[in-house]
């Protein structure tokens, strides 16, 4: 793999990230000819399936559907290992892409992007990096300047971990680890007290794994989020055969959120047109499917409404089944959001493990944190002493990979001053003032409200193919003009409206970093609805968007 770079190297297209974005593009550009360079921050490929190591980190989305979907060789030579595979196994397949593909050669890691400014004569971005172990300013000077007609961001909608605001965090005399930079090495919690900050999507995974190994796991809660069953086993060969794979995909294609689901007639029939013991069917039928197509039940489900409090009455009536001491179920019962505003998670064993004399729930609702102390964390309630923290704390989701790098456009606008009140792009794709830019899966597209590996696919797949139209056209720079861009943000506002979204305080919302503008996000017109957007504006020779000839 490229370590060593001359000092300055120009490019056709520079991509900055080396997860299945970075990866996928990598295969298709160079397919098309191009020079291409991609740049990485981590030491191996792999983006978030490199990062998050924590125990317990596994996909939600069934790994069937998470393997892309654009190479027969690729089938042949991969086999899951489970319905929803562990972090080892997504890392090992995505290393597997990069072999196969023989993708190594032109990507370049340790490498951190930290800036990209157009240069409007030369149609051209100019990229600053500095080795990724650099913080203390100096890697500026070891850094490299590249440029390139096309600059693509596959950076990631999970991948800027969101700094914990915990008072004293630093101060604290044992080791903390962050689920989302998890030690490579793998860490031992035999007999020591941990403690967990955080119980969204990461924390639900990692908190049976820790409670088996901790001698005492103190789990500091601040939200209850609604949670779902994996359900997860073993897959055979035939789970993953040439043909299963490919009528799931095709399902999945059709799906609002990307994966495959056959809906059942109940499925169609808004909710409350349904008894109530027809409704509690349908719950229990998805809830033994187990998964996030509990979001599919029915199609008022994600409308405030009753629909949506008769699913989250069903999943909280779950949580007393399962939660022995009924004091505890009830500080891990949801309250005061709708099911789905914020992130769904898929959990194994997550409720039974409050059932173990050697696991405490701290409600933070009642007993905020004060601060870390050397030895613990300090509650309303006192101090819970501890030998080893673990932040399970979150993202800043979907804008925070694009802002951190100082990404300057037409006339040197910084990106971060044209997201000031929320981002704004033509379908998550492309932002006006930011020409020969592209973003991978960015906000206003799907995204996070989909299964990633189809709309990352999707989006590639467009961009490439943009590209390849560009260039037998003679077209030097594209554009995305501000009409047609105002036109989908209200577009992808007026169909969250009537959802569960927009209000939530959620990171689909931003609401989770202090000052981020609480704008909803992603697009959540499903991806069928997406794909035919994007399709037609290729189809019209790129409506939307502002093309100069060379
Ligand atoms: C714990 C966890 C579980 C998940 N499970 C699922 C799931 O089951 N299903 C699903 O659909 N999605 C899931 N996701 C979302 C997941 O992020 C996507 O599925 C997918 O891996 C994203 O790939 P990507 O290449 O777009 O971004 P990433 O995998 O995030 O890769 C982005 C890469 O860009 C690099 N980068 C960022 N900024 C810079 C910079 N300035 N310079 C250089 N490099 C940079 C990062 O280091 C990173 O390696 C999960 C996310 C997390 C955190």
């Known amino acids: 793999m490229t370590t060593g770079q001359p000092a300055s190297s120009d490019f056709d297209v520079v991509v900055v990230g080396a997860g299945y974005s970075g990866l996928y593009l990598l295969h298709r550009l160079r397919a098309q000819g191009r020079r291409v360079r991609v740049l990485e921050a981590g030491d191996g490929v792999g983006g978030t399936w490199y990062w998050n190591r924590y125990p317990g980190a596994r996909c939600d989305v069934e790994s069937v559907e998470y393997g892309f979907s654009f190479s027969a060789e690729l089938d042949e030579r991969w086999r899951w290992s489970e319905r929803y595979s562990a972090q080892p196994d997504i ?60 600059c693509v961001m596959a950076t990631g909608c999970l991948s800027k971990p969101k700094v914990p605001d915990i008072a004293g965090l630093d101060s604290f005399a044992g080791p903390s680890y962050s689920t989302s930079s998890w030690p490579h090495e793998g ?27 901790a001698a005492h796991l103190h789990v500091f809660q601040r939200t209850a989020n609604y949670i779902v069953p994996a359900h997860n086993h073993e897959l055979s060969e035939h789970d993953q055969g040439a043909e299963k794979l490919a009528t799931r995909r095709r399902s999945g294609l059709d799906c609002p959120l990307g994966v495959a689901f056959e809906p059942t007639e109940v499925n169609a029939v808004p909710a409350m047109e349904l008894s109530a013991e027809e409704r509690e069917a ?45 004091s505890i179920a009830e500080i891990l019962t949801p309250k ?6 914020k992130r769904l998670c898929v959990d194994t064993s997550y409720y039974e493990t409050f059932n173990r004399d050697n696991v405490s729930l701290v409600d933070l609702t009642a007993t905020p ?20 923290l673990v932040l399970a704390t979150g993202f ?103 959802t569960v979204f927009p209000r939530g305080a959620s990171w689909y919302t931003g609401t989770n970093v202090p000052g981020k503008a609480r704008v909803f996000m992603p697009y959540i017109g499903g991806v069928p609805a997406y794909r035919e957007a994007c399709d037609k504006v290729a189809a019209e020779g790129y409506q939307g968007f502002e093309l100069t000839r060379a």
């Open 187 to 213: 860490v031992d919690f035999t007999g020591q007290r941990v403690g967990v900050i955080g119980t969204g999507s990461s924390g639900v995974q990692a908190i049976p794994l820790i409670a088996e190994q």
């Open 369 to 388: 944190i004060d601060r870390v102390t050397p030895a613990g964390v300090l509650t309303g309630a006192g101090e819970v002493p501890l030998d080893a």
């Open 396 to 498: 800043d989701a979907m804008t925070g990979a694009l802002t951190a790098i100082d990404i300057r456009g037409r006339g040197g606008v910084p990106l971060s001053r044209s997201w000031a009140d929320g981002p704004r792009s033509l379908l998550g794709l492309a932002v006006a003032g930011f020409p020969n830019l592209f973003t991978v899966t960015g906000p206003g597209s799907p995204s996070v409200l989909s299964n990633m590996r189809l709309s990352i696919e999707q989006h590639v797949n467009w961009i490439t193919d943009c590209l390849a139209y560009l260039a037998e056209n003679g077209i030097a720079a594209i554009e995305a003009t501000e009409g047609a861009q105002e036109s989908w943000v209200a577009h992808a506002a007026e169909v969250a409206e009537p």
């Open 91 to 150: 890392l090992a397949y995505l290393n597997t892409v990069a072999d196969t593909f023989d993708l190594r050669p032109d990507i370049q890691l340790n490498t951190t992007v930290t800036s990209a400014a157009y240069d409007e004569s030369a149609h051209r971005w100019r990229l600053r990096t500095r080795p990724s172990g650099d913080t203390d300013g100096g890697g500026a000077d070891r850094g490299e300047e590249l440029t390139a007609q096309f």
């Open 336 to 341: 005061g959001y709708p099911v789905g505003s």
């Open 282 to 326: 349908e719950f229990e039928r998805l809830w033994q499917r187990g998964g996030l197509v509990m979001m599919l039940a029915f199609p008022d489900l994600l409308l405030e409404g009753e629909a949506n409090r008769a699913a989250a009455d069903f999943l909280k009536s779950k949580i007393r089944t399962k939660v022995h001491d009924p």
